[in-house]
């Protein structure tokens, strides 16, 4: 019989999803230091849980573990914090604190981790227990089905109506960190694409700064006119069109090009899963959702990834060279060959999409 978990210790599907993390995502070993920054749980978006069940999980692997918790959301506003931060060899984000910079460059030499699984209870999931290897696997292959294609057309059952060519790859931007789980592929550069979208629910931010109000509540759908990348024309209820108008002013007016629409990506893990009303913060659930295939959002506000406002569409399908990889809000990996070959070589994903869906707050 195998000897007894200690009390305190979590359970065994936490710690393989924070083994997942540590191990495949990170690549820690034994006798490494990492630095774990964990938002203060008041704040409402992670809990003390998940962080706790990685400093012991890190601990047990013989890591040198540091547990320190913060309510910055933003450098600067807490100087211990960031002196930790610029100190250490690797750091491991619970905190909104980590998403700020995640496309710009990262300190020569430091492993940066931003965890999106926010709460213990995503740790045992799916969506954080799939291998990090299979992820990383099913990312490249969506990418490559991508970047290959002649044209792609995205839709939504609102109305979301936008055709065009993703161009080159190398003009796509990734994000500098590690992501866990990685459950988005390759933001599409939105320059050749034109058409309308369907503004719905409300627009967030993208979590790259914090700004206030950070979120604009829509009344009624708006439809943003885009071509060729840029924010052409606003139509529907008039009051509604001038809060849209004057919120995209008002955040431009601090960070740049309003019109701009600079890219979109699809989620890619249907064990995403949030317990909140998307009502009762939109921001925590715009920037905890966009994981789920059932959620695309557009970068938009700024010329620099990720932009600054999200235009989030929900049930999206996005056809690739007229077959649809994502079909209102289901990712159908089985349609292209790069993707079907990804599934059937890992079981972890093919039990993953027979998951049942997670919550998305609607």
């Known amino acids: 019989m195998p000897p007894a978990a200690p009390p305190n210790d979590p359970p065994a599907d936490i710690r393989a999803g924070a083994r997942n993390l540590l191990q495949d995502c990170a690549g820690f070993s034994p006798g490494d230091a990492v630095l774990i920054i964990a938002e203060d749980p008041a704040l409402g978006w992670y809990d003390a849980a998940a962080p706790e069940a990685v400093a012991a999980e890190a601990?047990?692997?013989?890591?040198?573990?540091?547990?320190?918790?913060?309510?910055?959301?933003?450098?600067g506003m807490d100087?211990?914090?960031?002196?930790?931060?610029?100190?250490?060899?690797?750091?491991?984000?619970?905190?909104?604190?980590?998403?700020?910079?995640?496309?710009?460059?990262?300190?020569?030499?430091?492993?940066?981790?931003?965890?999106?699984?926010?709460?213990?209870?995503?740790?045992?999931?799916?969506?954080?227990?799939?291998?990090?290897?299979?992820?990383?696997?099913?990312?490249?292959?969506?990418?490559?089905v991508t970047f290959a294609a002649s044209g792609i057309e995205v839709s939504c059952p609102r109305g979301t109506s936008?055709?065009?060519?993703?161009?080159?790859?190398?003009?796509?931007?990734?994000?500098?960190?590690?992501?866990?789980?990685?459950?988005?592929?390759?933001?599409?550069?939105?320059?050749?694409?034109?058409?309308?979208?369907?503004?719905?629910n409300a627009l967030t931010p993208t979590g790259s700064t914090a700004y206030t109000p950070a979120v604009l509540p829509l009344q009624r759908p708006v439809a943003a006119v885009v071509e060729?990348?840029?924010?052409?024309?606003?139509?529907?209820?008039?009051?509604?069109?001038?809060?849209?108008?004057?919120?995209?002013?008002?955040?431009?007016?601090?960070?740049?090009?309003?019109d701009a629409v600079h890219s979109f990506h699809a989620g890619l893990s249907p064990?995403?899963?949030?317990?909140?009303?998307?009502?009762?913060?939109?921001?925590?659930?715009?920037?905890?959702?966009?994981?789920?295939?059932?959620?695309?959002?557009f970068h938009?506000?700024?010329a620099e990834p990720p932009g600054e406002i999200c235009w989030m569409v929900i049930d999206p399908t996005v056809t690739i060279d007229g077959v649809a990889l994502w079909d209102r809000g289901t990712l159908r990996p089985e349609r292209f060959e790069a993707t079907r070959r990804v599934v059937e070589h890992w079981p972890e994903l093919a039990a993953l999409y027979r998951t049942a869906p997670g919550r998305i707050g609607f």
């Open 271 to 297: 064990a995403a899963d949030t317990p909140f009303t998307a009502s009762s913060d939109f921001d925590r659930w715009a920037n905890t959702i966009f994981p789920h295939p059932r959620i695309l959002h």
């Open 162 to 200: 936008l055709a065009g060519a993703p161009g080159p790859r190398r003009e796509a931007v990734e994000v500098s960190v590690h992501r866990f789980p990685l459950a988005m592929p390759m933001p599409v550069p939105a320059a050749g694409f034109s058409g309308n979208i369907v503004l719905a």
């Open 228 to 258: 060729g990348g840029r924010l052409t024309a606003l139509s529907g209820e008039p009051d509604d069109v001038a809060a849209v108008r004057g919120h995209i002013d008002h955040v431009a007016h601090r960070f740049g090009d309003g």
């Open 79 to 144: 100087a211990a914090a960031d002196s930790a931060i610029a100190a250490a060899g690797a750091v491991i984000y619970f905190a909104r604190l980590g998403d700020r910079n995640r496309f710009a460059a990262q300190a020569e030499g430091q492993r940066v981790v931003v965890s999106y699984a926010t709460r213990a209870e995503n740790l045992a999931s799916p969506f954080a227990a799939t291998p990090h290897a299979a992820m990383t696997a099913l990312k490249e292959a969506v990418d490559d």
């Open 59 to 75: 601990a047990r692997m013989g890591a040198d573990v540091t547990l320190l918790t913060t309510a910055a959301l933003e450098p």
């Open 300 to 302: 938009t506000c700024g």
